[in-house]
């Protein structure tokens, strides 16, 4: 049985300044929910209509129209949880970092976080006007990668002066990334889904890096695939070292 | 001003059997139907709030509302063009190929048809089960890289058996894409994005490869993410060879 409270509670998690004003994310979906069961994440409450979860305390049972009623997926499935929002981590600056100017699009950012972990990339870094990460649709996206890749908000223009030595730009015009040698901590860039880079990002960061494109028609490639294309090209390069 | 009967007939549009009956697609938005128009598709009817078509025979003046009425995107982009489905064209042989068992999400086969633009790549087969190029979201996520890749869509296991030699599968247990020696005339399968191949298809398929994995917590990528990277692999092997 949920109550009135729960239920303006899970539906307010919708928007981020909820979120913060209480620290609480939310997860749907036994697969997503189960990973994050399993990681460090700290349980609020588990609402389900699945008995499977009836040895956890914060568990509550639920019926069918009770989850469509807080669900905020077209075809419920079985679970809802909330999680306490976890500190940032320290970021590793000894490995393989990518960051973001400015990426919109909650799907695309849930993704990578998957494509992260895949490849073992501890950190991603998104500029503050960046979608939060623990926006519902992120979560859903990063199919329980969520709890292995640590994403912090930061002025990337910091970043970029501090680490002038290490710092890429993926752009349309280039080196080749089949060319370039890759250190073992490079910072990777990418600009927003729609409009790239700005000008003041884009012209302080030096080294810029290409996918090698083999029809000249086409102006862009999805955001998602070109950090999977160059995640795996590094991998790939530095593990032959 | 649109007639009734446009309108019912664009409406129709958005289901396989209509498109099918009139042999008509449908696609929106500037960039969209701009490089559509520069192909070799043949316009039907263009129907846009903007002057910038008024040269073009078939084009037709909407005010905003009536481009509302008949749109299937929540912010309508100016301009909804009538397409003639073109003749599917051979199959070349004789470059890489990639296979579809099962997609479904025509967001993710959108998305693949652009990868393939990207990497010059020709043809994609796919299993007869499987969404509709001409479905307006394949469209849209196609960004207009529809008009310069071949979607054929065919009996998989007549295709695995005639060409024993060259079918390799996407597997999660395989030969890793960096050790495998890619053939120019390779034909990479992939099964669907829920559950992989079938026993059916995956049997027949002796050679499996697979995007080495740096994290074994994780149990897949998104496969959109996957031919990118494995597309990725395969141009940067063959062309320095």
Known sequence: MITKNQIKLIRSLRIKKNRIKHNFFLAEGEKIVDELLNSEMILVNLFSTSEKYNKLEKFIHLKNPELKQISNLKSPNKVLAIFEIPKPKEIDYNSTIIAFEEINDPGNLGTIIRICDWFGIKDIICSKKSVDCYNPKVI????GSTS?????????????????????????????????????NQIIFFG???????????????RKITIPRYNQNIDSLNLANSVAIILSEIKHKLTEK
């Not at 859903?140 to 199919?143: E, F, I, N, P």
């Not at 000008?199 to 030096?206: D, F, N, Q």
């Open 192 to 206: 927003s889904e729609s409009n790239g880079f700005s000008k003041e990002i884009s012209s302080k960061i030096k």
């Open 148 to 184: 292995r890749v640590n994403i912090s908000y930061l002025c990337l223009e910091k970043i970029i002066s501090k680490n002038q030595n290490r710092v890429v730009a993926a752009d349309l015009n280039g080196e080749s990334i089949s060319e370039f040698r890759f250190d073992p």
């Open 140 to 143: 859903q996206a990063s199919m």
